[in-house]
């Protein structure tokens, strides 16, 4: 069985709608790719890498980012996000991050991602959202 070890990769390949453009998301007002997408498409890339390999009842969340965004993509044009698992600390996972469009790299990043046992999370979430007396 295939474990979490650095060097592992994972995509995300989309055709940039309407849906993902910073018009429509209010991040800008030109109709490209927007920022906050190419951010889903790189942690997508990364879960793709890693979440299938981990344990039942574990799942990892975003922890950090360090993202440019270095060139527009227009309406139409297929993105691929790529992520490849740099280190790992204990619970933390680093991957670099970067995403293409048909033409050039459009991003390169850093991104971060803790593993976290679900059922734990939900008692701390379910805690938060207790009423405060």
Request: charged share 25%; glycine share 10%.
């Amino acid at each position: 069985m295939e474990t979490i070890r650095t060097g592992l990769t994972g995509e995300k390949t989309l055709i940039v709608e309407e849906r993902h453009t910073a018009g429509h998301l209010g991040s800008g007002g030109a109709p490209v790719y927007a920022t906050p997408m190419m951010v889903l498409a790189m942690e997508e890339a990364a879960l793709a890498a890693v979440d299938h390999l981990l344990e039942p009842g574990k799942a990892t969340v975003g922890y950090s980012l360090d993202i440019r965004h270095l060139a527009a993509t227009p309406m139409g044009m297929r993105v691929t996000a790529k992520a490849e698992l740099l280190a790992i600390d204990g619970k933390m996972l680093t991957f670099r991050v970067e995403a293409f469009d048909e033409r050039e790299r459009i991003g390169e990043g850093a991104h971060v991602r803790a593993i976290i046992d679900l059922e734990r999370f939900k008692t701390r979430l379910e805690a938060k959202s207790a009423p405060h007396g």
